[in-house]
């Protein structure tokens, strides 16, 4: 299978954002004058933050093929993972995590572009792939993932 020609697989990534906002209109109006759109979480994704120094440990451990959108400022230095929107308490021992509850927006450049600091890291791809929780959480690294259930180890 042929692979998509980069500024096709960018467009449909940012097709994919707008049909997750709110008023995709209202979205592209911001984006035209350079301000970030509002995305809230829990209809198409849970958020997760942490630290960009962080966020950059965990892509290089985790597979391209396996990652879903990552959102970095690099004037806050934080990250955001999107996550699907049925994740449950697989995060909650993460200490280096916060996720962000239903309705929190994310603010949102557009695919194409970085805005106010703001750059998708990993580019939504327009297929709607969301980051696995249990991946991420097993990428932060020691201490940094999931605790086992104690019947993991019988």
Same mark, same amino acid.
């Given at each position: 299978?042929?692979?998509?020609?980069?500024?096709?697989?960018?467009?449909?990534?940012?097709?994919?954002?707008?049909?997750?906002?709110?008023?995709?209109?209202?979205?592209?109006?911001?984006?035209?004058?350079?301000?970030?759109?509002?995305?809230?979480?829990?209809?198409?994704?849970? *958020?997760?933050?942490?630290?960009?120094?962080?966020?950059?440990?965990?892509?290089?451990?985790?597979?391209?093929?396996?990652?879903?959108?990552?959102?970095?400022? *690099?004037?806050?230095?934080?990250?955001?993972?999107?996550?699907?929107?049925?994740?449950?308490?697989?995060?909650?021992?993460?200490?280096?995590?916060?996720?962000?509850?239903?309705?929190?927006?994310?603010?949102?450049?557009?695919?194409?572009?970085?805005?106010?600091?703001? *750059?998708?890291?990993?580019?939504?791809?327009?297929?709607?792939?969301?980051?696995?929780?249990?991946?991420?959480?097993?990428?932060?690294?020691?201490?940094?993932?999931?605790?086992?259930?104690?019947?993991?180890?019988?």
């Amino acid at each position: 299978m042929a692979l998509q020609p980069a500024p096709y697989a960018r467009q449909a990534g940012q097709d994919w954002l707008l049909a997750c906002a709110d008023i995709p209109a209202e979205i592209r109006s911001l984006w035209d004058g350079d301000e970030l759109g509002p995305f809230p979480s829990g209809g198409h994704w849970m *958020v997760a933050e942490t630290s960009l120094a962080r966020t950059m440990d965990a892509l290089r451990r985790i597979d391209q093929p396996r990652r879903g959108p990552v959102l970095g400022d *690099v004037t806050t230095g934080l990250g955001w993972w999107l996550l699907p929107p049925t994740l449950g308490e697989e995060l909650n021992d993460v200490c280096t995590l916060t996720v962000r509850p239903r309705g929190w927006a994310l603010r949102c450049p557009p695919v194409l572009y970085p805005v106010r600091g703001r *750059v998708w890291l990993e580019r939504p791809d327009g297929t709607g792939r969301l980051t696995d929780p249990l991946l991420l959480g097993a990428a932060l690294g020691p201490g940094g993932g999931p605790r086992l259930p104690a019947e993991a180890f019988a």
